[in-house]
């Protein structure tokens, strides 16, 4: 686990500002939800946090450890993405095993942190698979499992469910709610679901053109946005 904290963030590509001085702190083991229309900001701040992408100015601090200039690995997150890009010709064990084996760690080590993974997210039987022939929530699962065989103590997650149907984001979503009981890794979870938002969520944040526009435990918003536009995500109907 680890705290997250941004400091008077601000990113812009080319003329275009599209992250506005976020300020935002995360516990250690917190679960919090980014919400916010499409071209909000909500990928840049997560691909920032990861080292993925460089603010413009502004302090990204993990463990009250100034990261700006430590590169994605030294970062100790793991991403998970909605269009998980498993590699084909890899089995499931490989892929999930796939970041490890570039850190250079050994077979036996690999081996055994990927067989745990694949336990906690129910694919010890499919290791031997390749992705062509998994369901979407099995490979979904095995993005998660390529994030989580990492023992990260930050999860990123950018809409991980919004390429599967409702039926299996349903499932995914208890999954995950589960897996965050058990690991307690803090989470930045990015959907426009609000449901999603409301049942995963320790606090939601509404972005919005790269702003804050409010943040606070999910009853709060649903109770009292502090605006319409929050009430469009979150809100009860007024
Ligand atoms: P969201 O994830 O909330 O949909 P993004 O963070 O992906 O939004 O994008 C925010 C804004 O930044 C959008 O207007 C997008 O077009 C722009 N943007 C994102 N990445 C780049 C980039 N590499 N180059 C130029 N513009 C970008
Ligand atoms: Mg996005």
Do not use: W
């Not at 080319?14 to 919090?32: K, P, Q, R, Y």
């Not at 502004?58 to 450890?65: A, L």
């Not at 499932?171 to 049942?199: F, N, P």
């Amino acid at each position: 686990m680890a705290s997250v904290e941004l400091k008077d963030l601000k990113k812009s590509f080319g003329v275009v500002d599209v992250i506005h001085d976020i300020n935002l702190s995360i516990e250690d083991g917190e679960f919090v939800a980014l919400v916010g229309p499409s071209g909000c900001g909500k990928s840049t701040i997560l691909r920032i946090i990861a080292g993925l992408e460089h603010p413009t100015s502004g302090e990204i601090r993990i463990d009250n450890m100034l990261v700006n200039a430590l590169n994605p690995r030294e970062r100790n997150v793991a991403m998970v993405f909605q269009n998980y890009a498993l590699y084909p010709h890899m089995t499931v064990a490989e892929n999930i095993g796939f970041n490890l084996r570039l850190s250079g760690m050994s077979k036996p080590e690999i081996a055994r942190r990927t067989e745990e993974a694949a336990r906690m997210l129910d694919l010890i039987n499919l290791l031997d698979r390749r992705p062509a022939h998994l369901s979407g929530g099995q490979r979904q699962r095995v993005a998660m499992g390529r994030a989580i065989v990492r023992d990260p103590a930050t999860f990123l997650f950018d809409e991980p469910l919004s390429n599967l149907d409702a039926k299996l984001r349903v499932q995914m979503r208890t999954e995950i709610k589960a897996l965050h009981g058990k690991v307690k890794t803090t989470s930045i979870y990015v959907t426009h679901d609000q449901i999603e938002a409301m049942t995963l969520a320790d606090r939601i944040i509404v972005l919005n053109q790269g702003r804050i526009e409010q943040q606070g435990s999910p009853l709060e918003l649903y109770r009292r946005p502090a605006n319409t536009f929050v009430a469009g995500f979150i809100g009860s109907p007024a």
